[in-house]
């Protein structure tokens, strides 16, 4: 079954008995909103775009996890971060609550006042976009974790090959792929190293909480303790894309392949697991 919220997300439901995985895919929607604007050329805001990372994971609802798509581009508003994560000085006069500036004293926020290389760049679509996503995302979490007891959360994006400048680890290169738990906060290290263990069985470098350790989604959403194992993937875009034309390199369906491998043992994982606890 596919349930569509329009313009905001699409929902892909398991095709064979379900297991307790979501997978979220926040940073790849291309829907560009009517009234979004910017001073910036296209290609540039499309670079931050996650592209093809819906594609790499397809095979979820197959192997019995629920895919939660984000039909929005996060250069509009960022669903991976949180509400409050604004620069005060993209606000005219005064917020409702006070805010929590982070992210976005770099510019890379809820709302975007920089593009990935910096150039200014500003929206705000609340509302209307990003608390749907996430009431939509919750109630599949709360959903699945009353069923099974358990949750694998992923959250999922792809990363340049190189630091930019506006991260923390500009001009350094990327492992293929990242995994983050906010350094233990959001998912088990026993959980995160399984994971970690699969992508490097097929020939992939894979780094932990180095550059990225996750962001709004794991925050929110995990809590070990409670039975909800949130982890972050990154996947580097050089494995299966040209960044300068947005063209999928020829690598692509074996990238895509390895993801399925990797979320094969996961959906494993949770079967064995809902079996066990079922006994």
């Not at 064979?16 to 910017?38: A, K, L, N």
């Not at 738990?181 to 998912?187: D, I, M, P, R, S």
């Not at 263990?197 to 709004?216: A, F, M, V």
């Amino acid at each position: 079954m596919i349930d569509v919220m329009p313009g905001v997300f699409y929902r892909f439901d398991p095709t064979v008995p379900p297991v307790s995985v979501v997978v979220d895919v926040s940073r790849t929607g291309r829907e560009y909103p009517e009234e979004f604007r910017s001073p910036l050329a296209f290609t540039t805001l499309h670079d931050n775009v996650s592209m093809y990372v819906d594609q790499l994971w397809s095979a979820a609802p197959q192997l019995g996890a629920t895919m939660l798509y984000a039909l929005f581009p996060h250069m509009y508003i960022d669903a991976n971060r949180s509400e409050l994560d604004i620069d005060p000085e993209l606000v005219e006069g005064e917020w409702p609550v006070s805010l929590e500036p982070t992210v976005s004293k770099r510019g890379l926020g809820l709302l975007k006042s920089k593009s990935r290389y910096g150039e200014p760049v500003q929206e705000n679509r609340l509302a209307t976009y990003h608390r749907p996503y996430h009431r939509e995302l919750r109630s599949l979490i709360d959903r699945h974790r009353a069923a099974y007891g358990f949750v694998y959360h992923l959250s999922c994006h792809c990363m340049s090959a190189v630091g930019a400048p506006t991260h923390p680890d500009a001009g350094n290169p990327r492992a293929d792929f990242c995994l983050g738990n906010l350094n233990g906060k959001t998912a088990s290290t026993e959980f995160i190293e399984s994971v970690a263990e699969e992508i490097r069985k097929l020939g992939r470098t894979c780094t932990i909480n180095d550059p990225y350790s996750g962001g709004e989604l794991n925050a929110r959403y995990g809590d070990p303790a409670g039975g909800v194992e949130s982890i972050m993937v990154e996947i580097n875009k050089k494995l299966f894309m040209d960044v300068n034309t947005f063209l999928k390199t020829p690598d692509f369906d074996r990238v895509k392949s390895d993801v399925s491998q990797v979320l094969i043992a996961i959906t494993r994982r949770a079967r064995e697991k809902q079996v066990h606890r079922a006994r």
